[in-house]
Nanobody, 114 residues
Framework: VQLQASGGGLVEAGGSLRLSCAASENIFSFNSMGWYRQVPGNQRELVAR???????DYADSVKGRFTISRDIAKNTVYLQMNSLKPEDTAVYYC?????????WGQGTLVTVSS
C-alpha cells in the first residue's frame, strides 16, 4: 500500500490549507484513514480520522477548524485546515489502518507563521 500525501506549505496564521492523501488501493478496504502530525522531539499525534462507516474523530485542539473527508472513487482522503495557528506547525502524515497493519505516507510539512 502506498500513500502519497500532498498539500503542505507555508501559510500565515488564520489561513487555510487542504492536505490530500492518495492511496494505491481502495480506501474502503481499510478500517479507517487518518491524519497524524509530529513536531520534532514529540510523539506523533492523531489529528483526525474517518472510519469505514464515515464516523470521524478529531483532536480537541483542531475541533471546529479542521475537517476530514474522503473521495472513495479517487481513493483519496482530505484534511481541510482552517483558522490555522502557529501551533499547528508540524509534519502531517497520512495513515491507513488495516485489520492487521498500519500504513503511512511520507509526510508533508505544514508551517504556520505568526
Amino acid at each position: 500500500v502506498q500513500l502519497q500525501a500532498s498539500g503542505g506549505g507555508l501559510v500565515e496564521a488564520g489561513g487555510s490549507l487542504r492536505l490530500s492523501c492518495a492511496a494505491s488501493e481502495n480506501i474502503f478496504s481499510f478500517n479507517s484513514m487518518g491524519w497524524y502530525r509530529q513536531v520534532p522531539g514529540n510523539q506523533r499525534e492523531l489529528v483526525a480520522r474517518i472510519t469505514r462507516d464515515r464516523s470521524t474523530d478529531y483532536a480537541d485542539s483542531v475541533k471546529g477548524r479542521f475537517t476530514i473527508s474522503r473521495d472513495i472513487a479517487k481513493n483519496t482522503v482530505y484534511l481541510q485546515m482552517n483558522s490555522l495557528k502557529p501551533e499547528d506547525t508540524a509534519v502531517y502524515y497520512c495513515n491507513a489502518a488495516g485489520t492487521l497493519d498500519d500504513y503511512w505516507g511520507q509526510g508533508t510539512l505544514v508551517t504556520v507563521s505568526s
